[in-house]
Structures are given as structure tokens and as C-alpha cells.
């Protein structure tokens, strides 16, 4: 038995809990150390007893799985927390795994799956069920910061590109700047070509999107 991973079940439904349970308990890798129907029971239980692996619903009674997490990682930062939810939505997706989640399984996965993702979060993976896979790289892909241009704009090629997001025109941005219109246009094609662009609105929300001006 002191071999066998210790799990923790926070689960609200008597009659979910109670079967996870006995599928923990009926694997020779495991043992349920204790089980939950809220993660105010679950904070104060963990204080003294704390296991090797959480499984964690996300909607609760009271404090939200998802809070949960955060507070449970700091306190108990060796235990592996799993969510074990039907939602798959993208807040609570990626706020379980931003508070510290080690993985993220849908309560529609197969018994024997449950107990392989188990195993996976014991050993140190992230067991994530495909569908929420899906989303969190969907997810990383529109969060994922605008690249930097592959050369640097010149202090004066970033100083015609602020008076060109306040409005100027070429001409009153070369008076600005003490330059001919010629010397603006070819200031404007070479940011075009640095940024990758073809037109002032695109180059002007792409150097803002980048910080450079």
C-alpha cells in the first residue's frame, strides 16, 4: 500500500465520487486517500493529509475548481492537480492550467483512460483529453505575440511612423521632421519592406501591435 500513489477525489455528485473511488482503489498503482464534495473540505483535509494527485471538478459549490487550483498549488506544490470536469469551455480551460493544473480530463473519459492519465500526471506529464488538446493550442496560437520585424526600424524611420499614426500627411510629416517628401516616401518604402507590409494602416497597427512606437 505504501507504494500505491495516493489519490484525492473533489467531486461534488456522491454518485461520481463514490465511483471514481472504487476505480482508483480497484488499480494496483493506487489508493483513494480521501474524497470531497467541496474544495473548502478539500483545503482544509489536504492541510493534514496531503496526496500525491488531485482529481478536481471545476464546478463546485462555493469556491470554483478553478480558484482552487492556485491555492492548492501553492500550499501543496509536490501534488499533482488533474481537472476532472464536463466542461471543455476555453475560460475555464485556461484558467485551470494558468493556477497550476497539471492536466485537464473530461469526466466522458473511459475508465481505463482515467487510470492511464493518472499514471501520466503520477509520473510527471500533463494528461490532457483530446478535445481540450485542441483548444489549448488553439488557445497558445491567438495568444502568441506579434514576431518582431526581421530588422529593426531606424530612429527616424520610427519617428515618421508616430506622425503617421497621429494623422500626418506625407508632407506635413517631412516638415515635421525637417526632411523632403522624397526623403519621407523612401523612409515609407523601407519600413514597408522591414515590416513586411504594403500599406500605412497595416504598417502603423503592426508597429503598434509590436511596440514601436
Known amino acids: 500500500m505504501a507504494d ?17 473511488r ?20 478539500a483545503l482544509r ?10 482529481l478536481l471538478d471545476i464546478q463546485l459549490p462555493g469556491m470554483q475548481g478553478s480558484d482552487a487550483v492556485a491555492i492548492l498549488h501553492q500550499r501543496l506544490p509536490q501534488s499533482r492537480i488533474v481537472m476532472f470536469t464536463v466542461f471543455d469551455d476555453d475560460q475555464r480551460v485556461f484558467t485551470s492550467l494558468c493556477n497550476g493544473a497539471s ?9 481505463a483512460k482515467l487510470l492511464d492519465a493518472l499514471r501520466d500526471a503520477r509520473d510527471g506529464g500533463a494528461p490532457i483529453s483530446p478535445e481540450i488538446a485542441r483548444r489549448v493550442v488553439d488557445l497558445f496560437r491567438a495568444l502568441r505575440p506579434e514576431p518582431a520585424p526581421a530588422q529593426s526600424l531606424t530612429a527616424a524611420e520610427k519617428r515618421l511612423l508616430a506622425l503617421l499614426a497621429e494623422g500626418h500627411s506625407y508632407q506635413s510629416a ?19 519592406d522591414k515590416l513586411h507590409v504594403h500599406s ?6 503592426k508597429a503598434l501591435r509590436s511596440r514601436l512606437i
Open 200 to 205: 500605412k494602416s497595416a504598417a502603423v497597427s
Open 45 to 54: 483535509g489536504l492541510d493534514t493529509t496531503p496526496a500525491d494527485l488531485v
Open 4 to 20: 500505491r500513489c495516493s489519490v484525492v477525489i473533489v467531486e461534488d455528485d456522491p454518485r461520481i465520487r463514490d465511483a471514481v
Open 22 to 41: 472504487q476505480l482508483i482503489d480497484s488499480d494496483p498503482d493506487f489508493r483513494c486517500l480521501g474524497t470531497y464534495g467541496s474544495a473548502e473540505h
Open 103 to 111: 492536466g485537464y480530463i473530461l469526466k466522458k473519459t473511459a475508465s
Open 174 to 192: 517631412g516638415e515635421a521632421l525637417q526632411i523632403s517628401v522624397n526623403t519621407v516616401r523612401n523612409h515609407v518604402r523601407s519600413i514597408y
